[in-house]
């Protein structure tokens, strides 16, 4: 079964930067899953970050970067603020029609 | 402007059938380079993508719930059904609709338009 990982929690000081990652529990991800990026606040449906890696939807800031950091997928904040401070999923394309998330991360912003 | 929007009940029998449909407005359904899906979020966890149907009737699911799942498209209501079936407790979720691209690069494999979300808890 396909186990798509990201850290559960993460922390960032205002003004700072962070990286999240998504990764697979075997193997690497790679641009031919089209990673795509999430965030969440309480009581509120997922918004679109990011799709196809590193391209950002529309409206989201230019402080917000996607890549692939080794075997995973990542996504950048800089310049972190406080309403920053959101769950983030990522998701991938398996192909055949079929989609897989990550578990999420939390992200602190104090 | 495209709109999803979930509907049906918000509380379901153990072992009996969840059934909630998504209608689309300001965009139609009908469309070659869109799945539409359902994904749900237990209370306080993650996104778990259910599965997805294109409007030719094409449908994709889940492994792990591939053997209860049933989705469907109705083009001339501009819907999309899910039916879970045997459902327990552990089905207690948020239930959200989204629009997911399927072509490249016009729409490249992600979620660009999500409903509201609607809460079905499984509860005698």
């Known amino acids: 079964q396909t186990v798509v990982t990201q850290e559960p929690s993460f922390s960032v000081s205002p003004g700072g930067t962070v990286t999240l990652t998504c990764g697979f529990n075997s193997g690497s991800v790679s641009p031919n899953y089209y990673p795509s990026w999430y965030r969440q606040t309480p009581g509120q449906p997922p918004r679109t970050l990011m799709y196809?890696?590193?391209t950002r939807s529309s409206g989201v800031p230019d402080r917000f970067s996607g890549s692939i950091l080794g075997n995973k997928a990542a996504l950048t904040i800089t310049g972190a603020q406080a309403d920053d401070e959101s769950d983030y999923y990522c998701m991938l394309y398996m192909g055949s029609g079929t989609w897989v998330f990550g578990g999420g991360t939390k992200l602190t912003v104090l | 402007h495209l709109h999803l929007q979930e509907s049906g009940p918000g509380l379901v029998k153990p072992s009996e059938t969840l059934s909630l449909t998504c209608t689309v407005s300001g965009g139609s359904i009908s469309t070659t380079n869109y799945y539409w899906g359902w994904i749900r979020q237990p209370p306080g966890k993650g996104l778990e993508w259910i599965g997805s149907v294109h409007y030719s009737g094409s449908t994709y699911y889940n492994p792990s719930l591939k053997s209860r799942v049933t989705i469907s498209v109705d083009t001339s209501e501009n819907q999309f059904s899910l039916k879970l079936r045997s459902v327990t407790a552990a089905d207690t979720a948020v239930y959200y609709c989204?629009?997911?691209?399927?072509?490249?690069?016009?729409?490249?494999?992600?979620?660009?338009?999500w409903g509201q979300g609607t809460l079905v808890t499984v509860s005698s």
């Open positions: 196809s890696t590193n």
């Open positions: 989204a629009r997911l691209g399927v072509e490249v690069p016009a729409a490249p494999y992600y979620s660009d338009c």
